[in-house]
């Protein structure tokens, strides 16, 4: 199983939009509404930010919004702040027998 | 409020085992497979093993496979890495996290804050 494809590095200024991509294949991002996205900070743990490709889980700002289209599923964070300065990750579920594959991973500059 | 907190992470040399201990509490810990995700210095998450719920069902990645052994006990809320043949390129921070929607999980909504597994003569 081959690892999502995302940009290695994006940014933005305070205030501004970003968007992250990450691409699969019709067999994990494109086959199933199962994507995830993480958000890491140096040193701790990731944390959940999106699951099932557009939810958010309690306690993640609003800003933060997830959607797919075809084989490629999109983070998106509005109103950009500087601690939204992270990595993120994105994650696809891939079938009843294939675990799941994550992205490579994308650094977020806030500017 | 749930929390997982490994432990067993250290310095080990080439060829050498260390068993990783993750303990779980503030949810139904047997109601869940549990999952293990490792971070080599500097590098994205990788996927290492899962349990199922009942400890009945196993993976490994292939990276891992014949080296590594995952188990749980339930009536201690912890999981467990049996590391084994351990090389350089295992040498990673070690997540224990809570999936959902089965042994395949469709996400990870708890992660443990990591244990570093160094492997070097």
């Known amino acids: 199983q081959s690892a999502l494809t995302q940009p290695r590095s994006v940014s933005g200024s305070p205030g501004q939009s970003v968007t992250i991509s990450c691409t699969g294949t019709s067999s994990d991002v494109g086959g199933y509404n199962y994507v995830s996205w993480y958000q890491q900070h140096p040193g701790k743990a990731p944390k959940l930010m999106i699951y099932?490709?557009?939810k958010r889980p309690s306690g993640v700002p609003d800003r933060f919004s997830g959607s797919k289209s075809g084989n490629t599923a999109s983070l998106t964070i509005s109103g950009l702040q500087a601690e939204d300065e992270a990595d993120y990750y994105c994650c696809s579920y891939a079938g009843s027998y294939t675990f799941g594959v994550f992205g490579g991973g994308t650094k977020l500059t806030v500017l | 409020e749930v929390q997982l907190v490994e432990s067993g992470g250290g310095l080990v040399q080439p060829g050498g085992s260390l068993r990783l201990s993750c303990a779980a509490s503030?949810?139904?810990?047997?109601?869940?497979?549990m999952h293990w995700v490792r971070q080599a210095p500097g590098k994205g998450l990788e996927y290492v093993s899962a349990?199922?719920?009942?400890?009945?069902?196993?993976y490994y990645a292939n990276s891992v496979k014949g080296r590594f052994t995952i188990s749980r006990d339930n009536s201690k809320n912890t999981l467990y890495l049996q590391m084994g043949s351990l090389r350089a390129e295992d040498m990673a921070v070690y997540y224990c996290?809570?999936?959902?929607?089965?042994?395949?999980?469709?996400?990870?909504?708890?992660w443990g804050q990591g244990t570093l597994v160094t492997v070097s003569s």
């Open positions: 996290a809570r999936g959902i929607g089965g042994m395949v999980a469709r996400y990870f909504d708890y």
């Open positions: 349990i199922s719920s009942n400890g009945g069902s196993t």
């Open positions: 503030g949810f139904t810990f047997s109601s869940y497979a």
């Open positions: 099932d490709v557009s």
